[in-house]
């Protein structure tokens, strides 16, 4: 009877033993499972986020490619401002030469010296008020101090009734475009 024991002693400690077993294979069992299914969601994590890669090239190229577009078209577009700048000035220019036309065209059949005079004069005022609306306007030189900023000496005269220095006579007249000199009086400067 004790053998009988002792056998079922046995045989529940390897009940036991084998009921041990099956619980660590089905953990296990269950851990590859819980394994695969992780491997599975990181599969489609991977996948996902490799779409999220191939949108971001996309787009990155595609903006890229927009500012190609952009660049080019900014270029065109300050190429074409300089080409074209003067154009508002001729625009506002040609009624004057439209006025010159005139003028001469009515030279021949006119014989009033003064009237022609007065015509020439109208044309020269029209003109200049259209330099003075696009910021030109004349350097006032006689009587002024000399300045080598806006004026170019050709000669020197004594005269004693001005300050040494001062611009007697202007040969040609000096002009500024708004702040700037773009043609230098040349006169005639009271020497010493």
Known sequence: MSNLKNKNKL?????????SQNKNIDSDLNNIENMKKTALNLEENIKS????ID????????????FENYKRRTENDQ???LKYAAEALIVKLLPIVDDLERSISHMTEETDVLKIKEGIQLVYNK????L??????KIESVGKPFSVDFHEALMQRVDD????????????????????????????????
């Open 132 to 137: 003075e609306e696009q910021g030109v306007k």
């Open 127 to 130: 003109f200049m008020k259209t």
């Open 49 to 52: 986020l490799e779409g999220e």
């Open 79 to 81: 190429l074409n401002l």
């Open 11 to 19: 045989n529940n400690e390897e009940k036991e033993s084998m009921k």
């Open 161 to 192: 009734s001005v300050p040494p220095h001062t611009v007697l006579d202007e040969l040609e007249t000096g002009y500024m475009y708004k702040d700037r000199v773009i043609r230098h009086a040349k006169v005639i400067v009271n020497g010493e």
């Open 55 to 66: 949108k971001y090239k996309e787009l990155a190229l595609r903006k890229a490619a927009e």
